[in-house]
């Protein structure tokens, strides 16, 4: 099994998130590794997009969840047995293959049944004493099961039920034996008797088969065809075609019509539900068409996943793709406060106190002796300017500005040059399209003992779009908070002019008490010299909850 990596950053992902992401998992490629393909969690923000477009660097991969579904763990190919297969076609499967129950399929590959070997041995060891003569077959699956030649007669799948008898005594016992059966219910069973394929003949059976490898003589054979006797031909001897006989029967008849399916899209906890339930040994997987995919069973939920994931700008869980927490994190590269959990493997985990993700990343090429190519040089720069605000945030370090110079030699751009270019392009709410995505465009989850709090922030050049929108703004934080269950939901919303941040916040009345910034009016604070979220406005917030 290949297994592929997804590089991926949190939910609604900022350009560091995006930029390291592809970073990593191309330096991931130039290294060697083809499974690493780069991912997001959530579109582009209006920034991000327009870095992306300029430097022509194609979206990364979309990924809504990671929730394992059926198919990650699902063998394809599954061993199938057509419905007109015969019960010991079915044997020889199950023999052949090790497998205990076998899906009943159509013409279209679409199950009409499950056939397990424990109900086909007990149809068989264990049959019904009023039916010990009768087999259900069609003349195609016992011409099929005995080996024989249709001499005359068409073979069809048409389904028929008929009652054994074995031509092995004179001719006035045998003609006793079977009178008073409706001749056209009769499979008679002889050898090289013409007396008996002669009796059986006159009285018009339904069929008339000949053991021992030997043939009908011509005016028997000539009978027959008036008669509208089936005339079989089989090289076995009497005991074997008629044990081979009641084989014959086309698995349809002997197939459970009830089972249990499930759509290969749908999650492995469905799956699970399923297969813990009600004494279900398998459960049949289904392509969107309804055709088989698979045949799922109690070990296919021990099944490795086939992909794992590499966090990076992130390693809560709570700000990760939906489903991360059941999937193996292979390595998680970030530059935020630590608030994973537990791993069950050792894993490569690489943090810093730097101002973004991408130099981390720049720092790993270095340590590789690799060069990234232009354009996710300036990818990795534009990371950089965008989470440390063009290297003017106070999280910015001198690491910082030494990746900083570093991709700029590569990118041929100059860093200042291009950080005002990016926000000058990207400064807009009304890039954002409406005030639900200015909120969502960048927000983040904490948590503190009891209280959950959810921040986002926007980088603005002045503040006239935010009072024109503040109530808007308002609202969808007030959604936001009702929907997560929040103590407060706030907006940062940063001139990266004047260094300033204004902050939104619907929540607790209480926090305006011990805020320590000045309100300018309800919901409303002036934070000057704040611009980072991570290194001053999240310490400060949860001071602050803390003395609520």
Same mark, same amino acid.
């Given at each position: ?47 991000? !997009? ?25 063998? +394809? ?41 424990? $109900? ?23 011409? $099929? ?47 090289? +008797? ?8 006159? !009285?018009?059976? $339904? ?7 030997? !043939? ?5 054979? /000539? ?107 292979? *390595? ?38 690799? /060069? ?92 006239? *779009? ?39 916040? *619907? ?42």
């Amino acid at each position: 099994m290949i297994k592929t990596t997804y590089v991926i950053g949190h939910l609604n992902p900022d350009t560091d998130s995006i930029a390291s992401a592809v970073g990593y998992a191309a330096l991931k490629q130039r290294l060697g590794d083809s499974t690493v393909i780069a991912a997001m969690a959530g579109a582009p923000n209006p920034q991000t !997009r327009y870095i992306l477009d300029r430097l022509g660097i194609p979206d990364p991969l979309f990924l809504a969840d990671v929730h394992p579904k059926v198919r990650d763990t699902l063998k +394809r190919q599954p061993v199938t047995v057509h419905r007109h297969a015969s019960a010991y076609e079915a044997l020889e499967l199950f023999n052949r293959s090790g497998v205990r129950v076998l899906p009943v399929v159509d013409e279209e590959n679409r199950p009409c049944g499950m056939l397990s070997l424990l $109900r086909l041995s007990e149809s068989y060891l264990l049959p019904c004493q009023d039916k010990l003569r009768q087999v259900t077959t069609s003349l195609s699956s016992l011409a $099929r099961t005995l080996a024989s030649g249709i001499e005359t007669g068409t073979g069809t799948d048409t389904p028929i039920t008929l009652n054994l008898f074995i031509g092995a005594m004179l001719e006035e016992s045998f003609s006793s034996r079977i009178e008073g059966n409706d001749p056209r219910e009769l499979l008679i069973m002889t050898g090289n +008797r013409r007396t008996i394929q002669l009796a059986a003949i006159e !009285r018009g059976v $339904r069929v008339l088969v000949v053991t021992g490898g030997h !043939r009908l003589e011509d005016d028997l054979l /000539e009978l027959a065809w008036e008669q509208g006797v089936a005339v079989l031909l089989t090289p076995h001897d009497t005991a074997t075609a008629a044990w081979l006989a009641r084989l014959s029967t086309p698995v349809v008849f002997l197939a459970e019509r009830e089972f249990s399916d499930i759509g290969v899209d749908k999650s492995l906890a469905a799956l699970r539900r399923k297969l813990l339930g009600a004494n279900v040994s398998a459960v049949l997987a289904l392509e969107g068409d309804g055709t088989l995919a698979g045949v799922a069973t109690k070990s296919s939920l021990l099944a490795p996943l086939p992909y794992s994931l590499i966090l990076v700008d992130h390693n809560e869980l709570g700000q990760a793709v939906p489903g991360a927490e059941l999937v193996e994190i292979a *390595e998680v590269i970030d530059h935020h406060k630590l608030g994973n959990g537990h791993s069950s493997t050792p894993i490569s985990f690489i943090t810093s106190p730097v101002g973004s993700t991408c130099t981390l990343v720049a720092q790993r090429y270095r340590e590789s002796g690799e /060069e990234p190519d232009r354009s996710i040089a300036a990818l990795l720069l534009a990371g950089i300017l965008s989470d440390t605000v063009i290297l003017k945030s106070p999280t910015t370090t001198g690491v910082d500005h030494q990746m900083a110079a570093w991709l700029e030699e590569r990118s041929g751009l100059v860093a200042a040059d291009f950080g005002r270019d990016i926000f000058a392009a990207s400064s807009s709410l009304k890039n954002y399209g409406s005030a639900d995505r200015v909120v969502a465009a960048d927000f983040k989850l904490f948590t503190h003992e009891k209280y959950s709090i959810g921040l986002g922030q926007v980088e603005v050049i002045g503040f006239d *779009e935010f009072y024109s929108m503040k109530g808007e703004l308002l609202d969808a934080l007030a959604e936001v908070k009702r929907r997560d269950n929040l103590f407060i939901a706030g907006l940062m919303v940063t001139d990266i002019m004047s260094e300033t941040t204004l902050f939104l916040v *619907e929540g607790h009345t209480r926090i305006a008490h011990v805020m320590e910034y000045p309100q300018l009016e309800p919901h409303l604070y002036e934070l000057k010299n704040v611009m980072s979220r991570k290194k001053q406005m999240v310490p400060h917030l949860l001071k602050v909850l803390a003395r609520v």
